[in-house]
């Protein structure tokens, strides 16, 4: 176990799966931010920060196979993470992500000038429907879809190329943050 501590915020690392965030173990989080669960289904999250807020401050809220939203601390983008549930505004409720083909990469292969073999690969996204609530009202103000990263059909190593290495990356915070970017007006 390594436990990293810089200016009260302190980060535990290797034991039972627990991250922690602004201090508070996973188990924590899970308490404090579970109940924005409500704004992804209709409902008004009592105790929660108005929007528009000076300081805006969302969670992200991921639909689970069963059925269920699950609260998740590594895909809340750190530019909005709030400390406790009174500074959150918004919840980001995004469903479970679907790997999409968005194109074929067409290869050729060649030998002394003849083709001789023609092969087509998927190129492949990773998209999540997603919704920005208000969390004190439970009030949809987006609709949208966020998306992965994507290699591009130049994106391969080693003799040939294979279909995994045209495979969409996984959603992360970053990609997060970037469509909330765009839902947000600046300012």
Not at 54 to 68: I, K, L
């Amino acid at each position: 176990m390594i436990v990293l501590g810089l200016g009260g915020l302190f980060l535990l690392i290797g034991c039972c799966g627990l991250f922690t965030w602004a201090g508070i173990s996973s188990s924590e989080q899970q308490q404090e931010f579970s109940p924005l669960a409500a704004a992804c289904d209709g409902r008004a999250v009592e105790g929660t920060a108005t929007h528009p807020a000076p300081d805006t401050r969302a969670v992200v809220m991921e639909r689970r196979s069963s059925g269920d939203w699950h609260f998740d601390t590594l895909l809340t983008p750190r530019a909005y993470q709030p400390e406790t549930r009174a500074e959150t505004s918004l919840v980001v409720c995004m469903e479970e992500p679907r790997e999409v083909t968005i194109e074929r990469c067409e290869f050729i292969e060649s030998m002394w000038g003849v083709d001789v073999d023609d092969m087509s690969l998927p190129r492949t996204q990773q998209q999540a429907p997603a919704r920005l609530v208000e969390a004190a009202t439970g009030r949809v103000l987006v609709t949208g879809e966020i998306h992965g990263a994507t290699p591009s059909c130049d994106d391969w190593s080693g003799d040939e190329p294979s279909e995994s290495d045209f495979e969409g990356e996984d959603i992360e915070a970053d990609d997060i943050h970037a469509w909330l970017v765009q839902q947000l007006p600046s300012g």
